[in-house]
């Protein structure tokens, strides 16, 4: 049974890894909003549609940054230090989390717009949201494998 285990765990290691990286990333995504909220909106106030951009902004920049890093060294394990190689990915990468941002940002809007708004836990929209999240990480997953960190052929 433990031998297995073992086996599929090295069979779906990758996948095991970028689950593993991306809930982390989603952490650090959090924490620094967090952090940016307690230090650009007053104590005592409630943001401003442009502070709460800016502190999505900064989240958005801190989880892309460490999403890149944990991709490339630890889930597709890309060796190269070549400052043009890593220049690229760094580009490539943060091209389709910018797609995938925007297919966040309406996708989940079109989808409560032609019926799928149901409300969980008081969350509006959350069938949608939970659907767009899913394609995300799957696209992120995709794009990562296939464009960013694709493998060159010996």
């Known amino acids: 049974m433990l031998s297995k285990i073992k086996e599929l765990i090295i069979k779906y290691n990758e996948l095991i890894t970028y689950v593993f990286f991306g809930a982390l990333a989603t952490f650090v995504n959090w924490a620094a909003y967090a952090v940016s909220t307690f230090l650009i909106i007053p104590k005592g106030t409630d943001g401003t549609e442009r502070q709460i951009a800016v502190c999505s ?5 801190a989880g892309v940054l460490f999403a890149f890093v944990t991709n490339k060294l630890w889930v597709f394990k890309s060796k190269s230090r070549e400052a043009k190689v890593v220049a690229r990915e760094f580009v490539s990468f943060v091209g389709a989390r910018g797609v995938t941002g925007l297919l966040e940002v309406f996708g989940v809007p079109f989808l409560v717009w032609i019926g799928l708004n149901q409300t969980i836990f008081g969350v509006e929209g959350a069938i949608a949201k939970v659907i767009v999240s899913v394609a995300v990480v ?6 990562s494998k296939l464009i960013v960190f694709r493998k060159k052929k010996q």
């Open 138 to 143: 799957i696209l992120n997953y995709v794009f």
């Open 57 to 61: 902004a900064i989240a958005w920049v």
